[in-house]
């Protein structure tokens, strides 16, 4: 990452979403030409060195970020237990979307970091207008809900309530995250049609599918272990070997 990259930012791209972000990143020099760069498109940025700091900040009581940026390669704690801890607090702060930034060579840790609820992940080294843009996507996603009074989807005992943005399973909650929540819509709401991972994608984020990236797969697995009465003999989410996906209409 160079900072040439941070002083060439375009105010016609800059946003207003004053978006408050926490960055755990125990590289000092990085966090803040981070901080200068989103500062530029309107978004604050708090940092902390260390994953205790970190959760300290998260379970603190005071405001809530509405974006963790995670760093997988922390002093005291792996990242990943970060995540895990963060996703197990109670309450709000559960469900704070958590960007995972990854050594490149590390696809374990993308795909472990996933499973463990991370929305979305950002090899090292990145350019800083696609870490801009998959925050933009992730905040997006969180804000832009469906058409008000959406009614709910109902496929047997699974109801997908758009508005509030939950998902059930015989009047039993489900935990997904913001972005799992928004694949299960996007399949949902085209019951029977198959979907490649591309349209998937492209739909959800806005963007092509990168080359080799296969965390749908893994998303796919988390929303069926959420929702399918056995998630090895899914019964809703179907794959198309060789296309990709389907979402099933008729279901008990």
């Not at 960055?23 to 020099?29: G, K, L, P």
């Not at 490649?196 to 272990?225: P, Y």
Request: net charge neutral.
């Amino acid at each position: 990452m160079r900072p040439a990259h941070y002083v060439s930012i375009s105010y016609s791209i800059a946003t207003a979403m004053n978006a408050q972000l926490l960055m755990i990143e125990d590289d000092a020099r990085l966090a803040q030409m981070v901080a200068e760069y989103l500062g530029q498109a309107g978004m604050q940025v708090t940092h902390c060195d260390d994953g205790r700091s970190g959760l300290a900040q998260l379970s603190g009581g005071g405001r809530l970020p509405d974006l963790v940026i995670l760093d997988l390669m922390l002093p005291d704690m792996d990242g990943l237990d970060v995540c895990r801890t963060l996703r197990s607090l109670p309450g709000p702060a559960a469900r704070v979307p958590v960007l995972m930034l990854t050594a490149k060579g590390d696809p374990m840790d993308r795909v472990i970091g996933l499973e463990l609820g991370a929305d979305d992940y950002l090899p090292k080294p990145f350019e800083p207008r696609e870490l801009l843009a998959r925050i933009r996507a992730i905040l997006r996603r969180r804000t832009e809900g469906p058409a008000p009074s959406a009614q709910p989807l109902r496929f047997g005992s699974l109801e997908i309530d758009r508005d509030a943005r939950t998902v059930t399973v015989a009047g039993q909650p489900c935990d997904l995250t913001s972005y799992q929540f928004d694949l299960l819509v996007t399949l949902a709401e085209r019951a029977g049609r198959v979907l490649t991972r591309e349209q998937i994608m492209e739909a959800v984020r806005g963007r092509e599918l990168e080359a080799f990236d296969r965390s749908i797969d893994v998303h796919m697995g988390r929303i069926r272990a959420a929702i399918e009465q056995d998630a090895k003999n899914p019964r809703r989410i179907l794959t198309v070997r060789g296309v990709g996906y389907v979402f099933a209409k008729q279901q008990d």
